[in-house]
Structures are given as C-alpha cells and as structure tokens.
C-alpha cells in the first residue's frame, strides 16, 4: 500500500519537476517547505505495518486510513527521493501539496502549489503552479494518470476519500501482480546474477551451524555484478545496491521480486555477532535504505521497534543499532561512485562483522513502552538522542567508517 500511495505522491511531484524543465521561470530564495515534522511514537507504532508492507501478501481490494502525520511521512518519503520536501494538508473534498526542491548553487528553490480535489475514483488536479507561474492543470493530470497506469502492475488505486483529520485510500492488488514491471531489464539482470553469486558464496562457506552475515555480504560487494551501465561502463552504485536486496532476501528467506533460473543458496540460518535477529535488522535496514533512502529505512526500524515495545518482544536499543549500522553500510555502498568503490575495495580485502557493526554488548533491550519512557523517555526526550548518539559513535569508530577518504 505504501508503495501504491507514495508512487501517486511521488509521481504529482516529479510532473511539477518535469513542467519546470521548460518553464524555469521563477525562483526562490527559500523553500517552501524545508523539512517534515516526524511522526509521533504513537503513530510510528501504527505506521509500522504499512512500512512492513505486510498487507502485500493477499491480493484483493484494501482501505487504509491515514492521519495528516502519516500521510505527510509518505509524501516527505516521495519527495526526498528526488532532492526535496514536501507536506499534504487534507481537507474535507481535498488537499493541498506544498513541495520544495534545491535547484543547486545559488540558484534558489522551486516552490511548488498544487491542488487536489477529490472525486469518485483517483483525486484530480484541480490547480498547479511553480512560484507565481501556473502550470497546466491538465496536463499535469493526464501524466500523473499515465504514471499510476505504468504501476498497475502490481496494484492499482481506486478512490482516495479527503477529511481534514484522516485521509482513507481504497486499493486493489491484484493476484497476477508482477513487481518485475517495476524494474528496468538491467535492475532484473543484475538481481538475477547477484543470486546466482550469492548461491556460489554460501556454497563455499562451512556445513555445519549457522553462517556469518560478514562473509557472505563481503563477497557479494567484493566484485561487479556483470551488468553494465548505461554508458557501458559498471555501475557500482546500482550493483551496490542489488547485492544488498539478495543479501535481505536471503537473510530474511523472502523471494526476489525477480524470478531466478540459476542456482539459488542453500537454505541456511544467517548470524551476526551470534544473532539471527541482528542479521534480520541489518540486511533489511541496509536494503531499504539502498532502495528507499535512509529516512525511510530509520523510520521503518524505529516504527519496528515501537510495535514491539507494546505488548511484544520490547523495545530493544541493539536491534536499533544493526538498523543504523545496516543503514551506514548502505549510505557508503550507494552515495556515490566514489563511495561504493571504496566499500569494493575494502570488501576484497575482507570485511569482519567488527567492521561492518559493534558490539551490542550493554545496549538495553525487552522494554516495554512504560519501561522505555519511564527510564529513558520517548525517541524525542533528550535521553533518547543521548543513547542514539552513543550508537552512532560506535559505529563511527568501526574501521569500515574509520578508513573513509578525506574530502
């Protein structure tokens, strides 16, 4: 679902973006919108299943209600995939988007005013503009309707429902849903031979007990995928970022969104610092990071851990650290060029999981949400970012993070 919904987001924006290439007209010195504000811990624990996508596994016709904060960590989610911010405030009948990107320099930002109104199936683009030049309500609407069809292959959104407390979005997945339309053939490609790498790496580890994530993800990033880019040259970034959606899939035992005809890894429990569960958090915080972006992969972990301190396994500050971890790993492995050649280069000559995470070792872990705040507080208290900073510090002093580059 959170795919579906931030797709039409994303796709309303980028229509703006594209608008702008011929109008750039108008410029401004501030943005409009300079950051989101982020989402309380109730909500975060409300929001997790959506981040999850765990209402992806059945196809059929689904609702999900949103409140204005909600709905605004999608929108700021589609937005910073390409450079900006954004926020949507709904109305009875529709809402109102507010969108703000950096065109670089000392050139200024690109303000963005569009106006949906509602109606009996996809909201419409009532008005649009740039700064103070209008853009063509209708042609930004009859592109975002062509980007939504490109997506309807794994789903397709039916009728959004506007009020000024909670948003309701009605939607189909269907059964014969393909992901693989989603990607590009080289992303497809890539994945394919990533798996078939992956399945040689686990091949030549050890028989017998569980398998260290470290070895497994050094291999995978130690050499090319075998695609090449665009311009005919290997992409790092984007074979970077394939090796850490096999590696997830792996770890976790999920399927590619790809189907495979090589060989695929022998089935095997994956470990690190002798946790399954933190080898779980890693790959998967490092995966959505390279796919999503790190915002949404610190929102997803955080949101994981909030449904667990109430009434679950409890809020545990050791699996936040594999998330942050696993999310630093990503940001190196896809910044740039630059960066994720030099996480090749440290992969061949062999990455160890002290490298790659620190011990968790006197990190809390089980709390309950009335321990969490009693001791320490919410992930908005003082306290709070104190220990998010001791993280950080730790995983600063790995040598993975140690050997960066200067400049």
């Known amino acids: 679902m959170i795919r579906l919904l931030s797709t039409f987001l ?87 988007l507010r969108a703000s990107f950096p065109l670089g320099g000392d050139l200024g930002y690109a303000n963005f005013h569009v106006e949906l109104r509602e109606t009996a199936g996809i909201p419409a683009v009532a008005a649009a503009r740039v700064g103070g030049l209008p853009l063509p309500a209708g042609l930004v609407d ?18 959004v429902d506007f009020d000024a407390d909670q948003v309701e979005v009605i939607y189909r997945l269907r059964a014969d849903a393909k992901v693989t339309a989603l990607l590009g053939d080289d992303e497809q490609r890539r994945l394919k031979l990533r798996q078939a790498q992956l399945a040689a790496i686990v091949a030549r580890q050890h028989r017998t007990g569980a398998l260290q994530l470290a070895p497994l993800l050094s291999g995978l990033l130690a050499e090319p995928s075998g695609v090449l880019g665009r311009d005919g040259q290997p992409d790092p970034v984007a074979d970077n970022s394939a090796a850490l959606l096999v590696l997830a899939a792996y770890v976790n035992r999920r399927r590619l969104p790809v189907p495979t005809t090589g060989p695929a890894p022998e089935p095997r429990t994956v470990v690190l610092r002798g946790r399954h569960d933190l080898a779980q958090h890693f790959s998967i915080s490092a995966a959505t990071a390279a796919k999503g972006g790190s915002a949404l992969s610190h929102l997803a972990g955080l949101a994981k851990e909030l449904s667990d301190a109430d009434g679950g396994s409890g809020f545990s500050f050791a699996d936040m650290l594999a998330n942050r971890a696993g999310i630093r790993l990503a940001e190196l492995a896809t910044d740039s060029a630059d960066s994720a050649r030099h996480l090749r ?45 001791h993280i950080d510090r730790r995983i600063d002093a790995t040598r993975l993070h140690r050997s960066l580059p200067s400049g």
């Open 345 to 389: 280069r440290m992969a061949r000559a062999g990455l160890t999981e002290a490298d790659i995470m620190p011990s968790p070792a006197g990190l809390p872990e089980g709390m309950q949400e009335a321990v969490l705040v009693r001791t320490i507080g919410t992930p908005s208290s003082a306290a709070y970012e104190r220990l998010m900073d």
């Open 10 to 96: 994303g796709l309303l924006t980028l229509v703006a973006v594209g608008g702008l290439a011929t109008l750039l007209l108008v410029l401004e010195p501030t943005p409009l919108v300079a950051d989101n504000a982020a989402l309380a811990p109730t909500e975060l624990r409300d929001f997790a299943h959506l981040v999850r996508g765990t209402d992806l596994a059945q196809p059929g016709v689904k609702s999900a209600r949103l409140t204005p904060p909600k709905l605004n960590a999608m929108v700021d989610f589609a937005a910073r995939r390409v450079g900006g911010h954004a926020r949507l405030k709904p109305a009875r009948g529709g809402a109102a």
């Open 142 to 159: 009859r592109v975002l309707r062509r980007g939504l069809d490109e997506v309807a292959a794994a789903g397709e959104l039916l009728r």
